[in-house]
């Protein structure tokens, strides 16, 4: 891609970094000199993300400075044609973390916090087969400290499929209900989910070891043990009364149920 003006002073590299302030990282200038290398910087990632997006066969642009915010980084390519010939834009690469929901290898679904995603990916059709895009990525690896496989890839096409696929043997994917191309070893070999996986297997032990403490609790609680019967009560002995034994028997309970009631000292007995 060519541009009216000069590349030199925005391009001390063949591959630069630029974030969301539109400044190639490391760019050194006056305030006049700021403000015009922006203008210049934005030109050129609007018109490097149309060529992007008429590539991929996209209605609009994924890569644009309006679209840029700050935790997202684009890597832009600038080459010669040939020698002695002036500087022209030859690839970009954007890249950015992203909060997902993604499934993992066994179906369950994972928040990733952060993940990071390739956004968008683009080598000119007159400089492809030269090895630029696989020196965009490895740039990028190295200066992000990543793993290829650790990244998420937004809606690759089938050129960008086939180039991971030949270039980092990225070739088995794990399906996802969004846009998001996850690749075989994501989830897997990481710290984070070492310790997840055994904290999960610890919460499993321990409740396996409570669930079997109870069953064993609860048959000893409830193990059948013989008790001695209680000694029979002997038999009462009914005597039979008279007529007259009764009546001296009520006369007599009649007389022991008074009350006697004590006020001020004075007992007196009510009848």
């Not at 700050?70 to 010939?85: H, S």
């Amino acid at each position: 891609m060519e541009c009216a003006f000069d590349l030199k002073p925005l391009f001390e590299k063949d591959i630069i970094k630029v974030r969301s302030d539109l400044l190639p990282e490391g760019f050194v200038g006056s305030p006049e000199a700021c403000c015009d290398a922006k203008r210049k910087m934005g030109s050129i990632i609007d018109r490097i993300g149309l060529l992007s997006a008429q590539a991929q066969g996209l209605h609009t642009s994924v890569t644009s400075v309006r679209q840029m915010n700050v935790n997202q980084t684009i890597y832009l390519m600038a080459g010669k044609a040939k020698e002695g010939a002036k500087l022209v834009v030859t690839g970009l690469l954007k890249m950015g973390p992203k909060d997902l929901y993604l499934f993992d290898e066994r179906g369950q679904l994972r928040s990733r916090i952060g993940t990071p995603a390739v956004l968008d990916f683009f080598v000119h059709s007159a400089y492809q087969r030269r090895g630029l895009g696989k020196r965009l990525f490895d740039n990028m690896l190295r200066d992000l400290n990543l793993t290829l496989c650790k990244c998420a890839v937004d809606r690759p096409s089938a050129m960008m499929t086939a180039f991971l696929a030949k270039h980092y043997g990225l070739v088995r994917t794990i399906a996802q209900a969004n846009n998001y191309v996850l690749y075989d070893g994501f989830f897997g070999n990481s710290d984070g989910d070492a310790d997840a996986d055994a904290n999960a297997n610890a919460k499993d032990s321990i409740r396996t070891n409570t669930n079997t403490n109870t069953n064993n609790n609860t048959n000893t609680n409830t193990k059948f043990v013989r008790r001695p019967r209680a000694a029979a009560k002997p038999e009462m002995e009914h005597k039979v009364l008279s007529m007259a034994e009764i009546m001296e028997a009520g006369n007599r309970h009649s007389r022991d149920s008074r009350t006697i009631i004590k006020r001020n000292g004075d007992s007196r007995s009510w009848k």
